[in-house]
């Protein structure tokens, strides 16, 4: 800690990637707490949050609110194509897949929505918000609409998943419980913007992070559109694999 004209919490910052890219501290390992570390330096816990700040800005850490840093571990190759599912994508990798239920609720089709599943506006949908995860680690947050006329019986197949603690919430097995035995992504739209403080706090992630959004419309064997799902990834995590 005595390099000239070198700042305290680069100097740290240095000596912390040097570890990391040593693997002194592994993918996937929590980096020890700003007190230990002050401790070890002899700086105060200030100087070391910017160091750590610093190694998540140059994709190092990542700083997960209430839990501490961890070393980013390398990113999920998550591939994209007509009919890859979320639990296929993570068993491929050997990562174990599951998925929370945060809502499930009956409402009124906003605009995008309507026009995304033609139907008419304010015709009844059924929304169901997906936490996913890998390892337990927070990989993606969704919002999926379904046309409840379409599928009279989708929010009761959920809701029966989630009264027998199923660990992975399968949208694939509700739908075959409504009498649909396949479907496909029709179109998918990415973006990169900045998380919502819901998205953030769901996904443990800073929110000066960015997330990569989806817009993905799905349709079932005659074509029809069957959900309109809006999914964020934490960008860090996770990286597309388009398969064509």
Known sequence: MQKEGINLWRQIGETLADEITNGVLSPGTRVPAAPDLALRFGVNRHTVLRALAHLQDEG????????????VDNPILYRMGARTRFEENLTGLNKVPGRELTALVNLPAPKLVAESLAIPLGETVTLVSLLGDADGIPLSYSHNYFPTFRLPGIREAFQTAVEQKRQRMSITACLKKVGVADFRRKSVRVRSRQPTADEARHLQMPPTESVLELIVINVDQSDVPIIFAETCFCSSRVEFVMDM
Request: aromatic content about 8%.
């Open 60 to 71: 190092l850490v990542r700083i997960e609110r209430g839990r501490g840093a961890f070393v």
